[in-house]
């Protein structure tokens, strides 16, 4: 069901080809599995999310464009989370028909599906990370400089893939589990959030 050298794997392709071949707002390859598809659609949360913010550092962005892109992101992280919850429902789904996770094991303090959002966050980094250290017009220093946060980059992904297996491993043993931790977050809900409650937009607002 779940290996992290596919997953790490599935993440780079979405990233190349994702930026090679654009594609619309949240398109996944149709091919993959129901439980690959999952991977990719949170993958491609945090792909967008990632050009989304980019958009904000634009020297001389306007006010308007700026209040837009703080609105596309906050709604794309929204995303990104729901879709990190999915993941592991997904696998707790997957696991209860053998009761599983073990209800006595010791509680692993990270869910799979925050582990996968942090590896399709590395993978993201170490694309432009190698992006930046082959870059023919930059100063000097700037590959070098490149090059070795490229390499902490790749082992602190290699770190975490392995505790990935390593969780799912024990997981499956009975000898370690892990729960559903929901986000609930709080800024795009209109009924949590003052900011929206105290400033109800008017009627006729478009």
């Known amino acids: 069901m779940l290996s992290a050298q596919a997953i790490v794997a599935l993440h780079d392709l979405l990233t190349r080809d994702g930026h090679v071949t654009p594609t619309p707002f949240g398109t996944i390859p149709s091919e993959l599995t129901d439980w690959m598809s999952h991977v990719a659609r949170q993958h491609r949360a945090n792909f967008d999310l990632w050009h989304i913010e980019d958009e904000a550092r634009v020297p001389r962005a306007s006010a308007a464009q700026l ?6 992101v906050d709604s794309t992280n929204q995303l990104r989370n729901d879709l990190a919850e999915t993941l592991d429902r997904a696998l707790l789904e997957w696991l209860a ?5 073990q209800p006595s094991a010791p509680l692993h303090s990270e869910s799979p599906g925050l ?5 399709s966050i590395l993978a993201l980094k170490i694309f432009h990370t190698r992006e930046e250290s082959e870059r023919g017009d930059a100063p000097a220093g700037h590959a070098e400089r490149n090059q070795q946060r490229l390499a902490i980059l790749e082992e602190q992904r290699a770190d975490l893939a392995a505790s990935l297996d390593l969780l799912w491993q024990e997981t499956l043993a009975g000898t370690r589990r892990f729960k559903l931790y929901r986000q609930l977050k709080m800024y795009n809900d209109p009924s949590l959030n003052p900011a929206i409650y105290r400033n109800p937009q008017p009627d006729n607002a478009c």
């Open 115 to 119: 582990m996968i959002d942090r590896l």
């Open 97 to 101: 028909p053998q009761s599983l996770p």
């Open 67 to 72: 209040a837009d892109v703080k609105r596309r």
